[in-house]
């Protein structure tokens, strides 16, 4: 993977401007912060976010890849004041999870979510190399 930076840009906090890379593509649907059975544990933001990401990663690793491996994330927020103020768990747990912040990464507030519980959703996209 090459992080694309143009010259003179700073370099943006917490994920990528763009990346360049080769392999095979898997594409992750929205996943939320409920489990395997599909229940929610918690209604704490960095809660849901972390239990969504482990859930890309358990979907990921069905085709063979691993959290280096993605390369673009959409998060969908209910709530940016929400999304804001838990930053900090967050990352801490995007680093405990996914390890990289080199994923080209768009965050977007939506009035709802399908799920009526759910406070984020983030879709993936990651690239296998080889």
């Known amino acids: 993977m090459k992080v694309l930076l143009p010259e003179g840009w700073p370099r943006p906090r917490g994920y990528a401007n763009g990346v360049t890379v080769t392999g095979r593509q898997v594409y992750i ?36 890849g691993k959290p280096e491996h993605i390369v ?23 680093r405990e999870i996914v ?12 009035k709802a979510l399908i799920e009526d519980r759910a406070k984020v ?3 993936a996209t990651a690239v296998i190399p080889g």
């Open 29 to 64: 649907a929205g996943m939320i912060g409920w489990d395997a059975q599909g229940v929610f544990h918690t209604d704490d933001f960095a809660g849901q976010a972390q239990q969504a990401l482990r859930n890309i990663i358990a979907v990921l690793s069905e085709a063979g």
């Open 72 to 94: 673009r994330m959409t998060w969908y927020v209910t709530d940016k004041r929400e999304y804001l103020a838990a930053g900090a768990e967050v990352g801490r747990a995007f």
């Open 99 to 110: 390890g990289s912040y080199n994923a080209a990464m768009t965050a977007v507030e939506v």
């Open 121 to 123: 959703e983030i879709e």
